[in-house]
């Protein structure tokens, strides 16, 4: 198998405090992120490991509904969401490291494991075009999350 990935990174002026609560609020995220068109939370309780919720984007130019769950979560440092879909098992691991005094710098990895070989939609998301447009995704809503944050500090 193998497994395909883009890492993403953003400096954001404020503490991880904050930035973890705008990453982790399921029920702010269509208002923090402007790619994401709808969440519906699945569970009970706070964002914790076993939270699954479904969430719809604009993705390539069409509309997708993911269902995702998170496998890991160790606030404010980092948390891991996997999600399967026509055979491809999803990880995006969102890890928020101290960049100086009140800075954070927020690094994505998006990783797709297909069930053997490159085909179809991993084809499609992780070639030339589809990897830039995944990029540009992560980065987007790295920047809707770094507005919404250092908005409220300032």
């Known amino acids: 198998m ?3 990935s883009v890492v993403v990174e953003r400096r954001i002026a404020a503490p991880a405090g904050p930035i973890w609560e705008a990453l982790t609020d399921l029920k702010g995220t269509e208002r ?5 068109q709808r969440i519906e939370v699945l569970t009970n309780g706070g964002f914790d490991v076993g939270t699954r919720w479904r969430e719809t984007r604009r ?7 993911e269902e995702l769950y998170v496998t890991a979560s160790e606030p404010p440092e980092r948390f ?6 026509q055979g491809v098992h999803y990880v995006s691991e969102f890890v928020l490291l101290p960049a100086g ?16 070989g490159v085909t179809g939609v991993l084809a499609k998301l ?17 920047a809707d999350v770094a507005a919404a944050v250092e908005s409220r500090r300032g």
């Not at 923090?32 to 994401?36: D, S, T």
């Not at 891991?80 to 879909?85: F, M, Q, R």
């Not at 005094?101 to 998006?110: D, H, S």
Request: cysteine-free.
């Open 80 to 85: 891991v969401v996997e999600a399967d879909n």
């Open 2 to 4: 193998t497994t395909r």
């Open 101 to 116: 005094p009140e800075t954070t710098t927020v690094r994505m990895t998006f990783s797709a494991v297909p069930p053997g």
């Open 32 to 36: 923090v992120l402007r790619g994401v």
């Open 59 to 65: 993705m390539l130019g069409r509309e997708a509904t």
């Open 126 to 142: 992780f070639g030339g075009i589809g990897t830039r447009a995944v990029v540009k995704a992560i980065e987007k809503d790295l």
